[in-house]
């Protein structure tokens, strides 16, 4: 298809270089920016290979599965059981509406957890025959970089295929790290905890991010008791300050132990579980401790030295605004590339990418107004500026408006949860800047002020909305008064 | 929410606006407090002169009005959400407000409504508690799926839940009462009668007002068939004093589906009675019958172009319902949910002059005003939009126009609104009918997939999404949805669309993964092309919503 958008002579250009390749684009990892790149690119007419390592819901460097983080060891099985553990909260609900149910409720992770693996090798092979529908090559094997036009593949018995790419693309992603502590062996990371054989009735985690705060959201809502340890005073460095406390009381009031400003410094086994000591000198036993502590590219194996393709300092792949390396036939996309590690943000590069090599139209990823989503229970979710950004990027006042309301659900139920909502404004433009929820359904409802916010929609846009009634979504639109102006300087002026 | 409350504003802009016009005034005396009312009504109506030359201006007929004193600057007759809304905003304009309603009760009559209206008494409020209830048994449905296990199925105990409902109710008619209060606005409670242009009489006490409010609201409606004294309406399907074993319910609009759905969760057999062929008139084609095949595999039992003829009681004391195509036995309760008729009788309007249309809703020119200039009317009882956040809208505008200096529309283009049936819906803007109608040669986008849930719940629920674009401008028309958290869903879609965004804006939007909302952003091929011209593109795609993402 891109073909026929070449003049003619790029196309006779083509046909001869086409000669002299294996293939057009040969893609290294199959997670969500790899498939997406090779599937567009190949129905944009490329000739395309693309390698993946043997599938396996816990990630090594020698076991991967095509679908990726996102399917196998992220998204979907976290989502998975978030919805899971939800039940728990909403099973409390449920009595004051009426519902009366055992004293007792039987939960069976190991159900759970085969229903959940069930899903992942369905997904797995949709993703699978994606790509052949597609007409993508795939190798089972671990790919490596062996020229700036040539790759290798490993496969399972050892043998070695090598081809040689028009263009290469790295799309490996990343992997869960652990801290170095004495007895981190002792710990997991979230693929582990993804598929652990028992629930554990005692979970230490150690991290402040959404990973963190997910898995605590998960293993207290299936009724463990989660003490959860981060080096912050709140949760969620990077997002809005007035939702992390938001966050953090949620999920204190949900029953899991904040253990703010704290480091663990060593797990020791134990008869009764895993010790755990803080550099507080407190010491708690768990039957699991999760390291939820970041994640690095997985650029290590990929003999990158070989051609010379630029890493920083985290190993992350370094690309210019369309995603290409220093080295001009290799590309990288996804994670690998540590820009915005989010499954959208892969496919958008994957796509951009495509374009702009077998599209024949230049394509740079637009960061700006990307939604995202934390899925603690009750969930988070951002799109824009945090009020703090706002403030620091503004060149006029900021008016920020916000809704804290008990969720007419919780009325009956009697659960003392706020949702809190929140619309970041240029006093001078009336531009949102940005949006945040923490409740039930911010994800769901975020998508659509996304798309106000990225074609920046004003409050007065917002305001001539109708509302949907009756909603939580609803106090998107309806935010009459404005809680507080920060003028230019950064002084609030309170109640407007 | 109905159940937040944006704290009334003590009419900063009032205040500078009396100050601008009127700087001889100090200092400014409390328009809320009875002790300057006096002072007040005269600065109003100093106020009310240049008003009456630019917006209201056939008062100016009348030279004497200028000097004439009135109780209120404005009676609202009727205390739901378009005149609570009006009223307060009036009030905190700098208006003196009056408002009367009828003594608190569940159900409407001539003599029982209570302040916060149908919305929070009998509407909204009730029947969104009633469904958070009733889906806990699809919930427990579910959570079977993801290793929750119940030794004896979930019981559900009726009086617990209206006791606790009903105790939500008075709540709220506090918390509106407060509200009121707040905001300055005297509430009598009583029956409000019009006797002349700018007298309201409740229970035969005369009020002199500047203008009159009717935001009197709308009651369900049962047509007139032997047997109709045992049916029961929405307002009685709302505040049960025990489970209804097995119920008909008679009608195809958004109220007969969402009890459909509250009384199946509750665990009634419910059978449905509609006269057409589908379910919810009006509504894009695509989604009426979707959401009729969810609720069938829900357990509703549908009965088509079936209509009620007659209602027979047994001597054991249940229903039979007889229709066109026989009868059906052995129902605990009937309901109709049959329409909404405006309460207009017995208000004196005929004999003042204000015109109504053959369904007894009453006739408005855009600010809300009838053909007699002093009386206004928003809401129900105006029968254009019949949705709370309407009236609070033509409300709002209302009191703008009135008391504001600024006179305002309400804007009913691209109002959203959701049916809170099991799965439920959201929608926005055109169906694919009237888009076609419209526009002509459109593209229609859709999704139908199963979502993460239900793969691990082995339900069979699936959701379906609809997005209809203009193929010439690519702005988005229309969008619709039937499936869990539509409501939700659509609002933030409804400030795009309001705001004409167009295809290529929801494409440039980076989704929210793992979500059902985010189809709407990733929806690249359209499923079928219409064009005015004879061939018409069609394909589908029901690929797995998780593949549609890659």
Known sequence: MARKMLVDEEMTQTNQEEAHFDFD??????????????????????????????????????????????????????????????????????????????????????????????????????????LSNAGVKLFEGEGKIVGPNEVEVTQLDGTKLSYSAKHILIATGSRAQRPAIPGQELGITSDEALSLEDLPK?????????????????????????DLFFRRELPLRGFDDEMRAVVARNLEARGINLHPQTNLTELIKTDNGIKVITDHGEELLAD???FATGRLPNSKRLNLEAVGVELDKTGAVKVDEYSRTNIPSIWAVGDVTNRMNLTPVALMEGTCFAKTVFGGESCKPDYSHIPCAVFSIPPLSVVGLSEEQAIEQANSDVLVFTSNFNPMKNTISGRQEKTVMKLVVDAETDKVLGASMCGPDAPEIMQGIAVALKCGATKAQFDSTVGIHPSAAEEFVTMRSVSRRITVSGKPKENL | MATTFTAPKLSSPTFQTLCRNLPVFT?????????????????????????????????????????????????????????????????????????????????SSETTGGVGGTCVLRGCVPKKLMVYASKYSHEFDESNGFGWKYDTEPKHDWSTLMANKNAELHRLTGIYKNILG???????????????????????????????????????????????????????????????????????????????????????????????KKVLRGFDEEIRDFVGEQMSLRGIKFHIEESPLAIVKSADGSLSLKTNKGTIEGFSHIMFATGRRPNTKNLGLESVGVKMNKNGAIEVDEYSRTTVPSIW??????????????????????????????????????VPSAVFSQPPIGQVGLTEEQAIKEYGDIDVYTANFRPLKATLSGLPDRVLMKLIVCAKTDKVLGLHMCGDDSAEITQGFAVAIKAGLTKADFDATVGIHPTSAEEFVTMRTPTRKIRQGPEAEGKTGNEAKAAAGV
Not at chain 1, 202 to 226: D, K, Q
Not at chain 2, 62 to 84: K, Q
Not at chain 2, 96 to 105: G, N, R, W
Not at chain 2, 389 to 394: C, I, S, W
């Open chain 1, 288 to 290: 699991v401790v999760l």
């Open chain 1, 25 to 130: 684009l040969f893609v290294i990892g199959a997670g969500s920016g790899g498939v997406r790149a090779a599937r567009f690119s190949a129905n944009f007419g490329a000739k395309v290979g693309i390698c993946e390592l043997p599938f396996h819901p816990i990630s090594s460097e020698v076991i991967g599965g095509v679908g990726g983080t996102c399917v196998i060891r992220g998204c979907v099985p976290k989502k998975i059981l978030v919805y899971g553990a939800a039940f728990g909260g909403e099973l409390e609900d449920a009595q004051n509406y009426g519902w009366e149910l055992n004293e007792k409720l039987d939960f069976n992770w190991k159900k759970l957890l085969h229903k959940k693996t069930d899903e992942i090798i369905r997904l797995n092979g949709i993703y699978k025959r994606l």
């Open chain 1, 202 to 226: 005692r979970a230490v985690i150690f991290g402040g991010g959404y990973i963190a705060v997910e898995f605590a959201s998960i293993w207290r809502g299936l009724g463990a008791e989660v």
């Open chain 2, 27 to 107: 200092p400014l005396p409390n328009p809320l407090s009875s002790s300057s009312r006096h002072r007040h009504h005269y600065r109003l109506h100093l106020q009310q002169q240049r008003r009456n030359l630019s917006v209201v201006r056939a008062e100016s007929e009348n030279g004497s009005e200028l000097l004439r004193h009135y109780d209120f600057d404005l009676f609202t007759i009727g205390a739901g959400s378009g005149g609570v809304r009006a009223s307060r905003f009036a009030a905190n304009f700098g208006a003196s407000v009056a408002v009367c309603e009828l003594p608190f009760s569940t159900i």
């Open chain 2, 182 to 276: 707040n905001a300055g606005v005297t509430l009598i409670e009583g029956r409000g009668k019009v006797v002349d242009p700018h007298t309201v009489d409740v229970d035969g006490k005369l009020y002199t007002a500047r203008h009159i409010l009717i935001s009197v609201g709308g009651r369900p409606f049962i047509p007139d068939i032997p047997g109709s004294e045992y049916a029961i309406d929405s307002d009685a399907a709302l505040d049960l004093p025990s489970k209804p074993e097995k119920v008909a319910i008679v009608g195809g609009g958004y109220i007969a589906l969402e009890f459909a759905g509250i009384f199946k969760g509750l665990q009634s057999e419910v059978h449905l009675f509609i006269r057409q």
């Open chain 2, 377 to 414: 009317a928003v809401g129900d009882v105006t029968d254009r939009i019949n949705l709370t956040p309407v009236a609070l809208m033509e409300g709002g505008a209302l009191a703008k126009t009135l008391f504001q200096n600024e006179p305002t529309k309400p804007d009913y283009r691209a």
